[in-house]
């Protein structure tokens, strides 16, 4: 028998890959204090560690139509978190054979509470600008959605918008 935060994520999840913003808004609120803290654990650095949170989440709204039910909504989040890490670990090149400490830090999880708020708006409008460019890109294809997709073009150099996220 699944536990009640278990079905709650499954739940959410049906919903974000629907496109339901205020389900992908449930599940930043619910996770992002320990993906965060995950990730500041591994790369001892704040600003990259809200980078792999909010990468992580615009992973989950890409690719929520691909997540399988059986598998834990916070399982996936964590492994993508930390996969993510590493890769940034790697690509500064300094990567140990040590495992990150299981403990937290202190000043890393007070850190995290006080900009919890900043950091999930800027997870929120890199997901809305995630679906403008979907929604643009669909319409280019001629594809037609009711009002879903009513937002404008993005600007021509939305790509280095992207990057500065």
């Given amino acids: 028998m699944m536990s009640d935060h278990k079905l709650l994520d499954a739940e959410l999840m049906k919903r974000v890959a ?78 140990s054979d040590q495992e990150a400490p299981d403990t937290a830090d202190p000043a890393a999880s007070q850190y995290i509470q006080q900009h919890q708020s900043q ?18 890109a669909m319409k280019g294809e001629g594809v037609v959605f009711g009002g879903l997709c009513t937002t404008p073009r993005p600007p021509k150099n939305w790509v280095k918008h992207t990057k500065a996220w």
Avoid at 24 to 53: F, K, T
Avoid at 119 to 136: F, K, T, W
Wanted: proline fraction near 1%; glycine fraction near 6%.
């Fill in 18 to 95: 629907a496109g339901d913003q205020s389900a992908c808004r449930s599940l930043v609120e619910a996770h992002l204090h320990g993906l965060v803290g995950l990730a500041y654990r591994m790369l001892h650095d704040m600003a990259a560690a809200e980078d792999i949170a909010q990468e992580n989440f615009l992973k989950l709204w890409r690719m929520a139509n691909r997540w399988k039910p059986e598998a834990r909504v916070s399982t996936w989040l964590y492994r993508v978190a930390h996969n993510l890490a590493i890769n940034e670990i790697r690509r500064r090149g300094h990567l």
């Fill in 119 to 136: 950091v999930r708006d800027q997870v929120e409008a890199a997901l809305a600008h995630s679906l403008l460019i979907g929604c643009s």
